[in-house]
């Protein structure tokens, strides 16, 4: 089981917002969409960053108020892990527990393709058990 299944299942759409945008904007992006963090994109289509709840509240907590002036770029994780299509869902899963993370974007030759949550890979590996209970329900049924 691999990242492109979850993508596959996801579909195309693919939130970002740039560098300058306000960090207001990207609030109301977030909360509108019911999503835990939105990727950070250039102009030329280059991954930049990941900027998510965390990082906001982060910042609440150092600068107060003042966090509503800054911009996507004043905030987001620039440091970003990312993940193929081809990396299953456990290395997915491991990647996330151990940098202590809920998203992954997904690069496919350096093309930004995608974004994995932890809800996704938990999602897929549910149904991925359930799917196996039923193979073995049917093969012992059967035999």
């Given at each position: 089981m691999v990242i492109a299944g979850i993508l596959k299942e996801k579909?195309?759409?693919?939130?970002?917002?740039?560098?300058q945008a306000p960090i207001t904007d990207v609030?109301?992006?977030?909360?509108?969409?019911?999503i835990g963090a939105?990727?950070?994109v250039s102009a030329s289509g280059a991954l930049e960053g990941i900027l998510s709840e965390r990082d906001v509240v982060r910042s609440l907590a150092e600068n107060g108020a003042g966090t509503l002036?800054?911009?996507a770029a004043d905030l987001m994780t620039s440091t970003v892990t990312t993940a193929t299509p081809q990396t299953t869902v456990a290395a997915a899963m491991e990647l996330m527990t151990t940098g202590r993370f809920r998203h992954v974007p997904i690069m496919d030759e350096g093309r930004l393709v995608g974004l994995v949550s932890i809800g996704d890979v938990?999602?897929?590996?549910?149904a991925n058990a359930e799917q196996e209970v039923d193979s073995l329900r049917a093969y012992v049924v059967g035999a």
């Amino acid at each position: 089981m691999v990242i492109a299944g979850i993508l596959k299942e996801k579909g195309g759409k693919l939130l970002s917002v740039p560098p300058q945008a306000p960090i207001t904007d990207v609030i109301q992006m977030l909360a509108t969409n019911r999503i835990g963090a939105v990727l950070v994109v250039s102009a030329s289509g280059a991954l930049e960053g990941i900027l998510s709840e965390r990082d906001v509240v982060r910042s609440l907590a150092e600068n107060g108020a003042g966090t509503l002036d800054r911009s996507a770029a004043d905030l987001m994780t620039s440091t970003v892990t990312t993940a193929t299509p081809q990396t299953t869902v456990a290395a997915a899963m491991e990647l996330m527990t151990t940098g202590r993370f809920r998203h992954v974007p997904i690069m496919d030759e350096g093309r930004l393709v995608g974004l994995v949550s932890i809800g996704d890979v938990v999602k897929a590996k549910i149904a991925n058990a359930e799917q196996e209970v039923d193979s073995l329900r049917a093969y012992v049924v059967g035999a």
